[in-house]
C-alpha cells in the first residue's frame, strides 16, 4: 500500500497557473499508475489526467487537454499536475491517486487516495 500526500493548492485567478504535487511513500511508487481527479462541491468525483508507471504514456480528460500537463519523478515519488490557464470551473478538490494501469485510474478504478489539496480559481 502506499500512501499519498497532495500539496500546492490554493487560491489563483483566472488565467494563471498552480502545480499541484503528490508525494507517495514506500518504494514501490514506479509500480503504479498515478492519477489526478476532482470534485467540487455538490458535483461527483471526475477524471482529471493519469499517467503510466515509466510516465511514457498520458492520459486527459477533454476538460484538461491543452491546460494540465501530468508527469512524474520516479526518482522523487511524486506525481505532478501543471495547471495552466485556470478557469474558475476548475476550482476543486483535488486528489492523487495511484492504480494497477490509465485505464483502470480512467475508470477511477484506484487502489489508494490522498487526502486532497483545494484549488480556487476566481474570476
Known amino acids: 500500500q502506499v500512501q499519498l500526500v497532495e500539496s500546492g493548492g490554493g487560491l489563483v485567478q483566472a488565467g494563471g497557473s498552480l502545480r499541484l504535487s503528490c508525494a507517495a511513500s514506500?518504494?514501490?511508487?514506479?509500480?503504479?499508475?498515478m492519477g489526478w481527479f476532482r470534485q467540487a462541491p455538490g458535483k461527483e468525483r471526475e477524471f482529471v489526467a493519469t499517467?503510466?508507471?515509466?510516465?511514457?504514456?498520458?492520459d486527459y480528460a477533454d476538460s484538461a487537454k491543452g491546460r494540465f500537463t501530468i508527469s512524474r519523478d520516479n526518482a522523487k515519488n511524486t506525481v505532478y499536475l501543471q495547471m495552466n490557464s485556470l478557469k474558475p470551473e476548475d476550482t476543486s478538490v483535488y486528489y492523487c491517486?495511484?492504480?494497477?494501469?490509465?485505464?483502470?485510474?480512467?475508470?477511477?478504478?484506484?487502489?489508494?487516495w490522498g487526502q486532497g489539496t483545494q484549488v480556487t480559481v476566481s474570476s
Open positions: 514506500g518504494r514501490t511508487f514506479s509500480s503504479y499508475a
Open positions: 499517467i503510466s508507471r515509466s510516465g511514457g504514456v498520458t
Open positions: 491517486a495511484s492504480g494497477r494501469s490509465t485505464g483502470a485510474m480512467r475508470g477511477q478504478q484506484c487502489d489508494n
